[in-house]
């Protein structure tokens, strides 16, 4: 079965540095056990393929059902160094519950 | 002692809703005012502006600002903190105490936070063994010395607390941790030890819920956000501080937003690393322990909160100048939009090319189809696509490759695809690239100096 990651989970992300970071948070505790199992850093690193290219770094916080996700080498050298219209990656978290997962 | 303390969230960031200050001091009590103002790139157009007037380098909205909140704080008690000192505390402190004359203010203690400023110190500090070495790269700062435009050190909240200690009512410092602002009031009203660190730790995560405004409180939410109500009139966040390190997060009545469960935990995981180790100036905070009570009614508990004692380096960081950047744009309609616009960038780029610039990167985005996603766009039906911007960006050491790139973009509208418009604001200017190099420096080598400045 499919689903779609944005119908269990909602996000936000930043930058730190080049690397943008992504919070997952599960909106309840069957959705944490799914993106427990299934949201693995290769998924992660797969799913941004073309857009970070450096290595991806996973956290979990189950204290408020989430995984925090370091995503190295994706700002195109940072905040005021990157061209990028999301300089600051803010859109990542977007980016990422677009993500679907085979359960 | 008090029983408790509401610390009100005023600025996420210089360029926050301006009416939020006012709104926090108005609408309902509270004991703290605390507004965050600097960026990373706050700290260089500061330099720049404190180099070509050594009167200016803080946040200039600050004095404009006293002028409507100063007599409510003074008249309610409201203690204001902000970070909005930049790169010159001292001359925003003036220019408060001349605002406050001017309103016929007769006494007030405004305390000063300096010593954050290493940018003259740097050849000392390298001279003492320590040459700030790039935490991403680890080379010594030597190799951009020449080109530093700033460089702060992050400051925690003692130096904030040694100030209230002191009498002042407005505290005004450089560069300081956004969490320090609001774990400052909390340690001096309850007296909290230095190492007991769960409670410093407590503090912190108040300090990073209230740190980006209404962040916290219904801005830019990403779960239901059609469900926020109100957010014209958004209430930013208010941590309710109690001595035992519990914290309730709310906003005041009658104000627009949402403070719950899922508007926190959003806010909890914005720009963090290794939530076990949160680490700031004052402890390293463990965001796995953060327990979080949504008790409704726009209140939520925060507590259980576990930290670890700080390290022995402040955080510093240096802006330097490395080059310069561009962008331009252009929009391009249907039919084809699409199509368009990629064939406008092909020309460009072949005659960048034919010019010999020398560009470190171009990069090219389509706004309306692939600008915030990129490779994840789905593929879009060009019949349906009413309209692409063409975003073109680029970047050179070579000032002269960036202003000539600004040149080739309006001859496309003549020598290039039809169907295209939006060329009103002129050639692309270039503008000099800040750069950043974070580094660490031992606490010892660096002295918080805390002033009071009395009318």
Redesign the interface.
Known sequence: MKIKLKEIA???S?????AG?V?V?A?DDKGFEIIKKYLTTEKVKK?????CFGKV?R????????I?F?LHNTL??????S????AQGK?L???M??MELDI | MKEKIRIASGQGFWGDLIEAPYWQVTKGPVDYLVMDYLA??TMSILQKQKNKNPDLGYARDIPELMKKILPICKEKGIKVITNGGGVNPTACADAIIKVAESLGIKNLKIGVVLGDDIKDRIDEIISSGCELNNM?TGESVKTVKDKILSANVYFGAFPIVEALEKGAEIVITGRTTDTGLTLAPMIYEFDWGKENYDLISAGTVAGHILECGAQSSGG????DWQSIENMAEIGFPIAEAYPNGEVIITKHDNTGGLVS??TI????????????TYITPDCIAD??????DDLGNNRVKVFGVKGKPETEFYKVSCSYS?GY?A?GSLTYSWPQALSKAKAADKILRKRLENLNLKFD?I?T?F?GYN??????STELDEDKINEIML?V???SKDYYSVERFGKEIAPLILTGPPGVTGFAGGRPKPSE????W?ALIPKKLVQPVVKLYEL
């Open positions: 909602h996000a936000r930043g930058d730190k540095g080049d970071n919070g948070i909106y799913h941004f393929e073309g857009i770094e956290y979990e916080m189950p204290n408020i059902r989430a925090n370091l195109g050298g940072g905040g005021t160094v061209l990028k219209h999301d859109i978290a977007s980016a519950l677009r | 990373e790139v991403d830019n939410f990403l779960g469960f899922a935990a959003e806010q909890l995981v914005y720009e963090i690393g290794d939530p076990k965001f796995t322990s953060i327990k979080l490395d950047s962008v990167e990069r985005e706004i600008a915030t996603q990129g490779p994840l975003r960006a680029v970047r690239v800040v750069a950043y974070p």
